[in-house]
């Protein structure tokens, strides 16, 4: 009698064993910028989409897309996210990375979509167009989507670069310049822009959006952790395309913009709710990725900062977040449709 038991619940733990390993989450370390680009991951994690498809996040927060981009060189991020302004020359020159689903922006439906990105200008300043830029200090982060914004805006106004002074300056330290006087306008993206305005009593936001750039982000991450689990990244788009369909909600902005804080230095709620109309969570890939890309790329043979054309099909991959669209259209529906 004794033995029987034993042999029962020698298999009753086993079956307990087996049956936690099954359930055992996949883990993934998801590399994020420390701004509102970045709120669908915050969500995902804090709210439990992640985990609802089986996947154990952790959150490998960065303050740059430089420092984003070394972590995940050196193989401490499997997914990163990226901008598009300087990517065409990372993979010219090498680096090898698949992009499976958007996490910010509205590339999907339009391929410049830029009202993120503006230009501030302090009481005093004389700038009052972008004439009057011309001969006048700029602040600005060089190598990001603001740096190309204001690079295009010259060029569409008959300017060139020499014609500016521009001063680089690192995202964490945008409003604090603003506020000194240094620099009588800055060119940022939100919630910086909102955040220079409201702290500088009479400044304005001289210019924003207009359709120049792409302030779009994907997550990439190399072909072997692309590819080497289907299944895998398939959940993990399915919790990308669902928290980005919660984040787009109006009715969980309180929630949202609670979460966003506890990731994202030097903000607080108030300011996430104000800034986050200026933003769309769109996970689409589609052909005006495509176009957005060729559109930086040539800018940036332009600026002889890359030698040829790269094509995007090289590095985006549209089958993950198709297949989950087909699955889960209800994820979907508020978007603008492509074109």
Not at 56 to 80: C, H, M, N, P, W
Not at 111 to 126: E, F, M
Not at 134 to 157: M, R
Not at 217 to 237: A, D, I, K
Request: aromatic share 8%.
């Amino acid at each position: 009698m004794r033995k029987r038991v034993q042999a029962i619940l020698t298999a009753a733990i086993f079956l307990l064993l087996a049956a936690g390993g099954s359930d055992a989450a996949d883990p993934l370390r998801i590399g994020a910028g420390s701004n509102s680009g970045n709120l669908i991951t915050f969500v995902g994690v804090d709210k439990g989409f992640f985990a609802k498809h089986g996947i154990d996040a952790k959150v490998v927060v960065r303050g740059t897309g430089a420092e984003l981009s070394k972590s995940f060189q050196a193989g401490e991020i499997d997914f990163a996210p990226a901008a598009l302004p300087n990517l065409p020359v990372a993979l010219e020159r090498g680096m090898d990375a698949r992009a499976f689903v958007n996490i910010v922006g509205s590339p999907y439906s339009r391929v410049n979509d830029d009202v993120t990105v503006g230009i501030a200008v302090r009481p005093g300043s004389g700038i009052n167009s972008i004439a009057d830029l011309k001969g006048k200090q700029i602040g600005v982060s060089f190598g990001t989507t603001s740096d190309a914004y204001l690079l295009e805006l010259l060029e569409k106004n008959g300017m060139t670069p020499a014609m500016v002074e521009r001063i680089n300056v690192s995202p964490g330290s945008l409003v604090a310049l603003f506020d000194t006087g240094r620099v009588g306008a800055m060119v940022a993206w939100e919630h910086f822009l909102t955040a220079m305005t409201d702290k500088v009593k009479g400044s304005k936001v001289l210019v924003r959006g207009g359709g120049h750039v792409c302030f779009c982000g994907t997550l990439h991450g190399t072909p072997e952790r692309v590819y080497g689990n289907r299944q895998l990244v398939q959940r993990f788009v399915d919790a990308v395309a669902e928290a980005a369909h919660y984040v787009r909600d109006p009715k969980n902005k309180d929630e949202v913009a609670s979460i966003g804080v506890r990731y994202i230095q030097g903000m607080d709620v108030p300011l996430i709710k104000a800034t986050l109309p200026y933003f769309l969570y769109d996970p689409r890939i589609g052909q005006n990725n495509f176009r957005a890309f060729e559109h930086i790329v040539k800018a940036l043979i332009a600026q002889k900062k890359m030698k040829e054309a790269y094509d995007p099909k090289r590095y985006f991959d549209a089958s993950f977040i198709e297949n989950t669209m087909k699955r889960h259209p209800e994820w979907f529906e508020d978007l603008p449709p492509g074109s």
